[in-house]
């Protein structure tokens, strides 16, 4: 089992900043992408951001010079740092990753793995 777990979410004024957490446990062989989604109330899931084994990165137009996702990769662990925080970067973020899952005994395959979310409100 694997499993991802966000953290950091809360209220925030425009233009302050948050830290959004997502930690990946369980039974991890190697962990490629790592993404940042989120759905505002009444909208469809986007994709915020993302990162990949390698370090290359992506990030919506929206979030761009605003937003930087960042990866430990010891700790399987990825983050969010969102600064100049506007109203309508309210939504709720989930953390998704893209993995290899098992062990040398019993095997691995590819697995995607999303996480439960975490709600930001940008509000005054």
């Known amino acids: 089992q694997v499993q991802l777990v966000e953290s950091g979410g809360g209220l925030v004024q425009p233009g302050g900043s948050l830290r959004l957490s997502c930690a990946a446990s369980?039974?991890?062989?190697?962990?490629?992408?790592l993404s940042w989604y989120r759905q505002a109330p009444g909208k469809e899931r986007e994709l915020v951001t993302e990162?990949?084994?390698?370090?290359?990165?992506n990030y919506a137009d929206s979030v761009k010079d605003r937003f930087i996702i960042s990866r430990d990769n010891d700790k399987n662990t990825v983050y969010l740092q969102m600064n100049s925080l506007k109203p309508e970067d309210t939504a709720l973020y989930s953390c998704?990753?893209?993995?290899?899952?098992?062990?040398?005994?019993?095997?691995?395959?590819?697995?995607?793995?999303w996480g439960q979310g975490t709600l930001v409100t940008v509000s005054s």
């Open positions: 998704y990753a893209h993995l290899i899952t098992g062990t040398v005994y019993k095997g691995y395959r590819w697995l995607e793995v």
């Open positions: 369980g039974s991890i062989f190697r962990i490629n992408t």
């Open positions: 990162t990949t084994e390698d370090g290359n990165t």
